[in-house]
């Protein structure tokens, strides 16, 4: 569980990013972890966060990129069709 509040806005920020790009159509697992690995790349080159806090943003972030509830519309209305009389 994410402790540090540095580190859940971090987490919010990149998993509002992983949902963004998958309603871009970015929808591959292997898609969605290569942007996830370029972030955790660029807080480990910035020392945005510390190491250990940075592998344990990543182990919930490949939690929630495994989730596939992560990444579903919440409604999708139906088309409702006139019955022929």
Not at 13 to 25: C, I, N, S
């Amino acid at each position: 569980m994410l402790q540090d509040p540095l580190t859940i806005r971090t987490y919010q920020r990149l998993t509002d990013a992983l949902v963004e790009l998958w309603e871009r159509g970015y929808r591959s697992v292997d898609e969605l972890r290569l942007f996830l690995d370029g972030y955790l790349s660029a807080l480990r080159a910035t020392n945005a966060l510390e190491a250990h806090k940075i592998h344990r943003l990543e182990e919930e972030a490949v939690r929630f990129i495994y989730d596939s509830s992560n990444f579903t519309v919440p409604y999708e209305p139906e088309l409702q069709t006139e019955l022929d009389r």
